[in-house]
């Protein structure tokens, strides 16, 4: 089971981190997506069980920076330079691995975290 949080509403330039917490250890790649009004979820960033890969959309590449602590069985979502078009709501989710992520066939989803970015 998995539980984002750590959205909020924030000025365009600013930063929010978000949080996946897992309900308990596993060995899974963790993702996040974003659903947009009125748009399908898309696919953010994803990085492997150990860390060791970690990729991204282009829309965020250089943004956005994932990590994970496995200690805290907790992968977060740095975000940086925010902008408009950034606002959207915002999941975490399990999968195999990145290639199943991507390709937005995860084992489990999230709940969502609202990010809201004012221009």
């Known amino acids: 089971q998995l539980q984002a949080s750590g959205g909020g509403l924030v000025q365009a330039g600013g930063s929010l981190r978000l949080s996946c917490a897992a309900s308990?250890?596993?060995?899974?790649?963790v993702g996040w997506f974003r659903q947009a009004p009125g748009k399908e979820r898309a696919f953010v960033a994803a990085?492997?069980?150990?860390?060791?890969?970690?990729y991204y959309a282009d829309s965020v590449k250089g943004r956005f920076t994932i990590s994970r602590d496995n200690a805290k069985y907790t992968v977060y979502l740095q975000m940086n330079s925010l902008k408009s078009e950034d606002t959207a709501v915002y999941y975490c989710a399990a999968g195999v691995n990145i290639d199943a992520l991507t390709a937005l066939n995860p084992t489990s989803w999230g709940q969502g975290t609202l990010v809201t970015v004012s221009s």
């Open positions: 308990g250890r596993n060995s899974l790649a």
């Open positions: 990085i492997s069980w150990s860390g060791g890969t970690v």
